[in-house]
């Protein structure tokens, strides 16, 4: 696993990958400034101060975590903005770590996940005057200068359980999760519909592992960091018969890519869907074998939120990444890509369509209201 230094590194890479998803605060959300050249550092930007405080699965997560990260260190790049983070351990560190924000006189504060979610709103209501931005959680009881940054991952994720499901060999894929919480059946539900409506489509049969939508119920591993659980699923699923395998579960899913290596060069044929970022670029081993991710493409909201406070145009609207933003997508196929036929690839373009005209609509009682 990369260490933070390392992060940081690849920090400038990422971002401009990411950046190049061109996404824009707007409809839900406050739009980015206009006419300002890329670059551009607004007027006090060196005196600002942008701080970022990590749930427990770190700043090298591979995931969410490590994209917020990358966001914040573009706006630093590309603002000039001073900044500060804080890398949570334990749920126990939420509080002391927002703490020390606050003692720092951070200007803004990214928290980063929806499990940092009270915490985020109890410091906000005790620091009226700072600014606080949070990525994947969102509540109506949240006070005017919090700004949440959520995404509707399931649209997404219906492409990804349609490509998994026309791309199986064996009739059957699997998704698992971290913890049962809604960032993570938001992707699941998603990939559920995208399967089913394959099957729908095609006169197919391809049968689902790990999780029902109807019921809300499947395997989970209980935590974000427990990647040997994490192996042990991906063995299972693969012993009753999944050859793709989508874990919703940050860290732990680098226990699937263990699992899918073991059982690829053992002889078998079995692929990855990742999620968050784009899990060929980011989690360091097992590349050949992910076949795409599930992608939010934090770091341009990040740092567009922190450009539109140094203007003084901070708003608490929510911001929702969908399709149609270019918020969330699904990953280029890689080294993946001559195993996805031209049909899928054709088929995947008219389900997008279809999916931000409204032809299609992807429902998920995790979906951001």
């Known amino acids: 696993m990369r260490n933070l230094n390392a992060v940081r590194r690849s920090a400038g890479l990422s971002a401009v990958l990411l950046g190049a998803s061109a996404l824009v605060l707007a409809g839900c959300g406050a739009p980015p400034a206009e006419n300002e050249p890329a670059g551009t550092a607004p007027a006090g930007a060196s005196d600002y101060l942008g701080c970022i405080v990590s749930d427990a699965g770190g700043f090298d997560d591979r995931s969410f975590n490590q994209s917020s990260y990358e966001g914040l260190m573009k706006a630093k790049e590309d603002l000039g903005i001073q900044t500060r983070e804080a890398e949570s351990k334990a749920e126990t560190d939420f509080v002391p770590n927002l703490d020390s924000m606050m003692q720092a006189g951070c200007d803004l504060t990214l928290t980063v996940g929806f499990l940092l979610g009270d915490a985020t709103k109890e410091t906000a209501a005790a620091n009226p005057d700072r600014h606080f931005a949070i990525v994947d959680y969102t509540d109506p009881e949240f006070t005017d200068n919090v700004k949440p ?22 009739g059957k894929v699997a998704t ?38 109807e019921a809300q119920n499947g395997t989970f591993v209980g935590n974000f960091d427990d990647q040997g659980k994490g192996k042990i699923n991906t063995r299972n699923f693969i012993n009753e018969g999944a050859d793709v395998v989508m874990p919703v579960a940050g860290p732990v899913g680098l226990g699937t890519l263990d699992a899918v290596i073991e059982a690829n060069n053992a002889g078998k044929d079995v692929k990855v869907v ?11 081993k097992g590349e050949e074998f992910i076949l795409t991710s599930v992608m939010k493409l934090m770091g341009q909201a990040v740092e567009d939120v922190i450009r539109t406070d140094l203007e003084g145009k901070f708003d608490n609207t929510p911001y929702v990444g969908t399709l149609e933003n270019g918020g969330v997508a699904l990953a280029p196929f890689h080294d993946q890509e001559k195993n996805v036929p031209d049909e899928l690839k054709s088929g995947l373009e008219t389900i997008k369509a279809d999916i931000i005209s409204g032809k299609i609509k992807v429902e998920s009682e995790a979906s951001p209201k």
């Open 149 to 170: 940054i959520v995404y509707d991952t399931a649209q997404a994720a219906f492409l990804a359980g349609y490509l998994a499901a026309g791309t199986s060999g064996t």
């Open 176 to 213: 698992y999760g971290g913890v049962q919480i809604p960032t993570v059946t938001i992707f699941m539900d998603g990939f559920a519909d995208g399967v089913k409506y394959y099957n729908e489509q095609n006169n197919a049969n391809v049968e689902l592992l790990g999780w029902n939508k």
């Open 274 to 284: 990742w999620v968050d970022a784009d899990g060929y670029e980011t989690a360091g």
